[in-house]
């Protein structure tokens, strides 16, 4: 079974606008990671969040987690049409280990 | 990036047919992994290594084997191909020291006719 799930599954907005995506997962997380797939293409990490940091920020990207909830959240400002892709948050399936699952990502399509 | 890469980048076997995916990475990276891509089912986890002649199942190791005698390889062979083990798959490492990024390679497009 999937550990992460990301919400929605897809994505549809003009440049400039925000994007959110959503992502909840089952077990106790030391940290928790977002990555992004062009078409075709292997994964690229965006951001870590570790468990005990609510919010994060690098660039145009904020991402949340609430480990009470057992979910994140990222945010891509002023999107671009480059942002077009998909988007994965990672999480480890046993915690304290390396081996990371993802769930079934967001498509995220940015009108120009 | 030509850090991890992986061979063939497209396959296509039959049925039955043994095939092996190579990934080979330039790091030295103690961690590697093996994960398949399915529409609706997102990235999997099929076997991971914490070094070599260290191995360990994932989400779906059935039908998949997997050895690392060197740290710079991670073999994925499947013995006796099966339709639906048709899927892209991708090699990712880590370094696992002061760091926990996955780093992938760009994929192998594989077949079972």
């Known amino acids: 079974s999937q550990q992460g799930e990301e919400d929605p599954q897809a994505l549809s907005i003009q440049e400039g606008e925000n994007a959110t995506m959503n992502c909840s997962y089952k077990t106790s997380i030391n940290n928790l990671q977002w990555y992004r797939q062009n078409s075709g293409r292997g994964l690229v990490h965006l951001i870590l969040i570790r468990s005990n940091e609510r919010e994060k920020h690098s660039g145009r990207l904020r991402v949340t987690l609430d480990t009470s909830k057992k979910s994140s959240s990222l945010l891509i400002t002023a999107s671009r049409a480059a942002d077009t892709a998909s988007y994965f948050c990672a999480t480890a399936l046993t915690s304290g280990t390396y081996k990371y699952i993802f769930g079934t990502g967001t498509r995220l399509k940015v009108l120009a | 990036d030509a850090g991890i890469t992986q061979s063939p980048r497209y396959k296509i076997t039959e049925t039955g047919r043994q095939v092996t995916l190579m990934c080979h990475q330039t790091?030295?990276?103690?961690?590697m992994f093996w994960y398949r891509q399915d529409l609706g089912h997102g990235l999997r986890l099929i076997y991971y290594s914490a070094a070599a002649d260290i191995t360990d199942k994932g989400e779906v190791p059935d039908g998949y084997v997997v050895s690392r005698s060197k740290t710079e390889n991670f073999p994925l062979t499947l013995e006796s191909a099966t339709r639906s083990q048709t899927s892209v798959y991708f090699c990712?490492?880590?370094?696992?020291?002061?760091?926990?990024?996955?780093?992938f390679g760009n994929g192998t497009r594989l077949t079972v006719t």
């Open positions: 990712a490492s880590i370094a696992a020291w002061g760091s926990s990024n996955l780093h």
């Open positions: 790091w030295s990276h103690s961690y």
